[in-house]
């Protein structure tokens, strides 16, 4: 074969590889639909793998000492003019519970819903956003000072990212008489 064949042969044959296509470069971690990086999962989901078995005792502490400066919230919990004790104990361990579940949940639509389904909840208890954010916050920060051994900046970022979601709240007009769950307790 000639060497211009050869050229040529071989020139058709790159012809089907090139031009190549140059792959997309992604610059910084990769974050995932709700903008968490992998690192950052795997922190949340490791920190409260910890936390889970003390959720109640850590729910309370950081629920009663946030009601220790906000008191007015104490009146939330109330039916009629009688403190409902179960109501409150409830929430103590709720909210925290739902922080595991936030983090648990990968699916971004049902992340969202479970935001907003929570915030329209404070909203119908008249609880101003605000407040959720501060609890939020209040939460992470005793959560960092508890594991501040295993703390990490993935850790500290995720967490971020969480509260930034609770500080997202709105507040929404809201027909009361619609809810009234806490009405619905038995007061023991
Ligand atoms: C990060 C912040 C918070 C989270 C994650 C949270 C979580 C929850 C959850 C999961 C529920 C139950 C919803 C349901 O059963 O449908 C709830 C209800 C409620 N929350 Fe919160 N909460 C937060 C902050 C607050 C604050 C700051 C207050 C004000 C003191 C508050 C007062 C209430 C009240 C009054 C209810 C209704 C209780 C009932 O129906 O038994 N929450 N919250």
């Avoid at 012809?15 to 949340?44: H, M, N, Q, W």
């Avoid at 946030?66 to 007015?72: D, H, R």
């Avoid at 970022?157 to 806490?182: C, E, M, P, S």
Wanted: hydrophobic letters at 40%; one cysteine or more; a positive charge.
């Amino acid at each position: 074969m000639s060497n211009e064949r050869i050229t040529k042969q071989l020139s058709s044959i790159a012809s089907l590889i090139y031009p190549k296509r140059i792959p997309r470069l992604k610059v910084g971690p990769v974050k995932d639909d709700l903008g968490f990086t992998l690192s950052e999962r795997l922190a949340l989901r490791q920190a409260w793998n910890l936390i889970k078995p003390f959720e109640r005792r850590y729910g309370q502490d950081v629920f009663y000492s946030f009601l220790n400066e906000y008191y007015w919230g104490i009146h939330k919990f109330k039916v009629g003019g009688d403190l409902n004790l179960r109501a409150l104990h409830m929430h103590a361990v709720m909210f925290i519970h739902f922080f595991g579940l936030l983090i648990d949940e990968e699916n971004p639509v049902m992340f969202q819903l479970m935001i907003t389904e929570n915030n329209l909840t404070h909203s119908r208890c008249k609880v101003g956003s605000a407040y959720i954010g501060d609890l939020a916050q209040a939460l992470v920060d005793f959560v960092l000072k508890v594991f501040h051994k295993v703390s990490s900046p993935s850790l500290e970022r995720g967490l971020r990212k969480i509260v930034d979601k609770f500080q997202g709240y709105q507040d929404h007009q809201t027909v009361t008489t619609a809810y009234n769950r806490l009405s619905k307790v038995r007061i023991n």
